[in-house]
């Protein structure tokens, strides 16, 4: 079985506050680009809901999704369009680019001049891509919470390795000792332990909390 290496995601919708959404427009027909985060599918169709009543006058608005850590829930719909040339391109467009936990809905503009299927395919797949590379991403990381009690005098050698291994740290506690809540890469739990009771002289002392999901920068 693979490592669970985390998944690519984007952050908040586009647009935002009224700002207009991406738009690719060929032959007259108008294409409107709109992204969401989103970790159920009915908050995608709450969105699209809305997305429908906004565009009431747009022919189209056909979407893809791509839910879940392992990105095993995927639906599309062409939405009118003739099959395989809108939801399926979109859904590509986000595949490709491996992101999980979004959605995309493209809304059409007809202007009057037929794309015909292979040019309605590039056109959904050009404009999906369009708001996709817009939106802002961020790499979700499987890591587990790592409670490191130390005495006073151990704080400041205990803080140097946080800092030099790149680790990312929550707030601490200070009772009569610290306690120092690190988040950790579950295969390296052994690796930081042995590292930080050498620092210690074998003082420090270990709980493992919850594992969960957590923002880091993307590489």
Not at 64 to 91: F, Y
Not at 110 to 124: E, P, T
Not at 154 to 167: I, P, S
Not at 186 to 203: F, K, N, S, W
Request: aromatic share 8%; charged share 25%; proline share 4%.
């Amino acid at each position: 079985m693979s490592r669970d290496r985390g998944y690519t995601t984007i952050t908040g919708e586009i647009p935002k506050g009224g700002v207009s959404p991406v738009s690719y427009e060929i032959q007259r027909s108008r294409f409107l680009a709109y992204v969401l985060h989103a970790e159920d599918e009915d908050t995608v169709r709450a969105w699209l809901q809305f997305m429908k009543k906004e565009h009431f006058e747009a022919r189209h608005v056909p979407y893809a999704m791509v839910l879940g850590a392992n990105a095993d829930h995927q639906r599309s719909s062409d939405d009118g369009e003739p099959g395989g040339t809108a939801g399926s391109p979109i859904l590509e467009a986000i595949k490709m680019r491996s992101i999980t936990n979004a959605a995309v809905a493209v809304v059409r503009y007809f202007g009057g001049v037929k794309l015909g299927s292979g040019g309605l395919i590039r056109a959904y797949a050009h404009a999906a891509g369009l708001g996709l590379d817009a939106a802002q991403k961020i790499r979700m990381a499987p890591l587990h919470t790592m409670y490191v009690r130390i005495g006073y005098d151990l704080l400041a050698a205990a803080e140097r390795y946080v800092r030099d291994a790149g680790l990312q740290a929550e707030e601490a506690s200070y009772t009569d000792d610290v306690t120092l809540t690190l988040l950790v890469p579950t295969e390296d739990i052994e690796l930081h332990q042995r590292a930080l009771t050498d620092i210690t002289a074998g003082r420090a002392q270990y709980r493992l909390g919850s594992r969960n999901y957590v923002a880091v920068p993307c590489p």
